[in-house]
């Protein structure tokens, strides 16, 4: 087999691995979220279409660098990733994890900020915004723009910073779990984690709910430094809000009678949506302090 398909192979094997990987956690978080707030993303099916579509387009997308970096890795030995577990201290394997998480951290950061650019978020970033309020499945509901910024991010790490595979499959797996929590409407972690001194330094889905809500805020993913050392850190949201809006979308949903209830639910939500990205583009002064 040539080279070349053998890497359009690998990227695609890369693309449906990530597509399936979304698919299964946002799956799983939307489950959890329906057995502990039942009714919570009432009448934002339609919203929900369309985070799926944008995630799995942007699954292609993650898919190409990190399928051309994996046959790199296993064919010519590019990366500084190793399989032996003992070529680094053991002690270097959490070590490597946390430096993975503050680098694609930094990266998120700034990117993010710069996609808070008015000119820039309507064409890259207002897609991920669009989502008012966000469910478990918008953790990739992204622009192709911003997530060919999010996909090289972990592909163009692993050629500066030495980590073994699996302490790799754990970044990932992090990854994953954060972008889906941060955006399925309610706080699945203890309390010590997003309210007590530990919190002020790590991101759960109460900071990144504030983000959605004042968008100029809150820019970062795992932790909080740079939003506090730059000044754009805003405290944590709270979901009463949300869950208030989520109880009257149900409310009329139900109102509807019971001959066209979902037309009515729909037809509410549609309503309610509109409204809401409206005010979503009237608050979308992106970011002030860039
Ligand atoms: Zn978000
Ligand atoms: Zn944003």
Redesign the pocket.
């Known amino acids: 087999m040539s080279a070349t398909i053998a890497i359009l192979l690998s990227a695609l094997a890369m693309s449906v691995i990530v597509g399936v990987r979304y698919l299964a956690a946002s799956a799983g978080f939307a489950l959890a979220t329906r057995l502990k707030h039942p009714r919570l993303y009432a009448g934002l099916d339609p919203q929900i279409r369309r985070e799926i579509l944008w995630s799995l387009a942007s699954a292609g997308i993650y898919g190409v660098p990190a399928g051309i970096i994996a046959w790199g890795w296993q064919n010519r030995g590019w990366t500084r990733i190793y399989s032996d577990v003992h070529a680094w201290p053991l002690w270097y394997l959490p070590v490597s994890v946390l430096l993975y998480l503050i680098a694609h951290d930094t990266w998120f950061y700034w990117t993010?900020r710069w996609?808070?650019r008015p000119r820039v978020f309507k064409l890259a970033?207002a897609v991920?915004?669009a989502s008012r309020p966000p469910t478990a499945w918008a953790a990739m509901a992204f622009h192709p723009i911003e997530a060919v910024t999010g996909a090289v991010a972990i592909p163009l790490l692993v050629f500066v910073i030495p980590i073994h595979v699996a302490a790799l499959g754990v970044v990932l797996t992090v990854m994953t779990i954060m972008g889906v929590t941060n955006h399925m409407g309610w706080e699945m972690f203890p309390k010590f984690m997003w309210g007590g001194r530990v919190g002020r330094w790590l991101i759960t889905a109460s900071h990144h709910q504030r983000?959605h809500e004042r968008?100029g805020c809150n820019?970062g993913l795992y932790f909080r430094f740079w939003d506090r050392l730059c000044g754009t850190d805003d405290g944590l949201g709270d979901f009463v809000r949300d869950h208030a809006k989520a109880a009257r979308r149900d409310g009329a949903g139900a109102a509807g009678g019971a001959a066209d209830r979902r037309g009515a639910g729909r037809l509410a939500a549609g309503r309610d949506r509109s409204s809401a990205l409206v005010q979503g583009d009237a608050a979308a002064v992106p970011d002030r302090r860039s």
Request: hydrophobic residues 10%; charged residues 0%.
């Open positions: 993010h996609m808070h970033h991920h915004h983000h968008y820019y």
